[in-house]
């Protein structure tokens, strides 16, 4: 097996792990985020009824544009706030975080705070 098979495996594991403790209700549905090299993207997901409720990304056009030769933690930061935006518009206040495989450092952490900084909780 080599080095990629192995880091697939873990980053799966990770991710089973996170995501066997976090589910998301009506009351308090899941904010997911999912980060790839260049962008990131977050959705507030109610797991009972399978619906998602609200979506911000790094390629939404208003985020993009603003995002212009920005750091990428700036960038989630201004995803972070967008989708507490969104949240609240929709009485969305709690939310269970599922950062999915992802450390909660550098751009998670910077989007997770700016969404508590906008009026999400959890």
């Known amino acids: 097996m080599n080095a990629h098979d192995i880091k697939k495996r873990r980053a799966a594991k990770r991710k089973a792990r996170v995501r066997g403790k976090i589910h998301g209700t009506a009351e308090r549905p899941r904010l997911a985020v999912s980060k790839t090299i260049k962008n990131i993207s977050v959705q507030i997901i109610d797991d009972e009824k399978m619906v998602t409720l609200a979506v911000a990304s790094s390629l939404?056009?208003?985020?993009?544009?603003?995002?212009?030769?920005?750091?990428?933690?700036?960038?989630?930061?201004?995803?972070?706030?967008?989708?507490?935006?969104?949240?609240?518009?929709?009485?969305?206040?709690?939310?269970?975080?599922?950062?999915?495989?992802?450390?909660?450092h550098g751009r998670i952490k910077a989007l997770a705070e700016a969404a508590r900084k906008a009026g999400l909780e959890f």
Not at 79 to 92: P, Q, S, T
């Open 60 to 104: 939404v056009k208003e985020i993009a544009e603003k995002a212009d030769k920005k750091t990428k933690t700036a960038v989630a930061e201004m995803v972070g706030k967008a989708i507490a935006e969104k949240a609240l518009a929709k009485g969305i206040k709690k939310v269970a975080f599922d950062r999915n495989r992802n450390l909660y």
